[in-house]
């Protein structure tokens, strides 16, 4: 095990992967001299040459279908879009091609490839370039949806999303690529796409999360414990597929949830994840199941106003002790 930070595992990850298997590219707006805008593909263009590692115009459009077109013909690519916000401007490509095409074809095509897309709030980058996405690639079949957490996940869901035969969104949070963590130094491990982890034990309270709110909802499970409440945190690690089995088994054991999501309220995860919880786990809740989201606003620049919008540990603990203080 090494420490190191978001931004390395999945670095590391790539470079593993490529030198692994000579079909894997990589791909889109200043990934290749610029070494990506957030320097996850560091030295890649250095090693592997512009053949396998190539700047593309400022069309995010183009970067997928090209892609696919890739894909289907025995590349495994691996597309970044400079931020998920971007990904509006090819969800034709994304829905109607890439997420489809398999099953139009009947399955005598796959579609090997990843698109990395940076996003959600908390950077003051303003209401276009501050959006958490997740749930619009979610809510189409025929797309997988990781959503990493820490740095060993982020390696092992790249790695395993490169080598799966499906089209995976791989979205990486941008205020986590500075965070740090232990690493496995295996070149094989993976993480497998569509299994949840149990990310802290506990007897009381269930707080199911994912991305960046796995790593809030882990701290505030800590302050809660100075108060004697116990919290199992559940991190989902991927939406699609997604594993209800873990998290469902979870809130059978404590009897209480709150889900926890940085996504709009609106047509939420949580709401599904609520929905889920109640029917699987109705006769064994001892309260209502609690949900904690982003407000339902374009994301404001002001720093403070903006943190106002998002959920944060304070806001995840007062949920929780709510729940905690309820009966059925």
């Known amino acids: 095990m090494h420490e190191m930070t978001y931004r390395d595992a999945l670095n590391k990850a790539l470079k593993e992967e490529m030198r692994r298997d000579p079909s894997v590219v ?17 030295g ?23 892609s696919i077109g890739a894909a289907m013909g025995g590349l495994r690519p691996v597309a970044e879009l400079m931020t998920v916000n971007f990904a509006l401007l090819a969800m034709d490509q994304i829905v ?11 399955g005598q095509t796959h579609l090997p490839m990843v698109v990395r897309a940076p996003g959600g709030g908390g950077s003051q980058l303003g209401a276009q370039h501050s959006q958490s996405l997740e749930t619009y690639f979610m809510h189409c079949p025929g797309i997988h949806v990781a959503v990493p957490a ?16 499906n089209p995976v969104m791989f979205l990486e949070h941008e205020l986590l690529y500075n965070s740090k963590g232990e690493v496995p130094d295996d070149p094989e491990f993976l993480v497998p796409l569509g299994k949840a982890e149990v990310k802290r034990e506990g007897k009381d309270v269930t707080i199911v999360a994912y991305s960046r709110m796995t790593i809030l909802a882990l701290q505030a499970a800590a302050e809660l414990e100075k108060e004697g409440s116990s919290c199992e945190v559940v991190d989902l690690r991927t939406l699609a597929p997604l594993d209800t089995e873990t998290f469902v088994a979870s809130v059978q054991k404590t009897g209480r949830a709150v889900v926890v999501e ?10 599904h994840l609520a929905s889920i919880i109640a029917e699987e786990c109705f006769d064994r809740l001892l309260a209502p199941v609690r949900r904690v ?31 905690m203080s309820q009966k059925y």
């Open 26 to 42: 990589a791909w889109g707006e200043d990934v290749a001299l610029y070494e990506g805008s957030f320097k996850v593909t560091r």
């Open 44 to 66: 890649l263009l250095a090693e592997f040459g512009e053949e396998r590692v190539k700047d593309t115009p400022i069309s995010e459009n183009t970067i997928i279908g090209v």
């Open 96 to 106: 109607n091609h890439m997420a489809k095409i398999s099953s139009m074809f009947g």
């Open 150 to 165: 820490t740095p060993a996940d982020a390696r092992g869901l790249l790695k395993a999303s490169i080598r799966d035969n």
């Open 262 to 271: 940085e996504c709009w309220r609106a047509a939420g995860l949580g709401g």
């Open 293 to 323: 989201s982003g407000l339902d606003v374009p994301m404001p620049y002001s720093r403070k106003i903006e943190k106002l919008c998002i959920p944060q540990v304070e806001t995840i603990a007062a949920a929780v002790r709510d729940v």
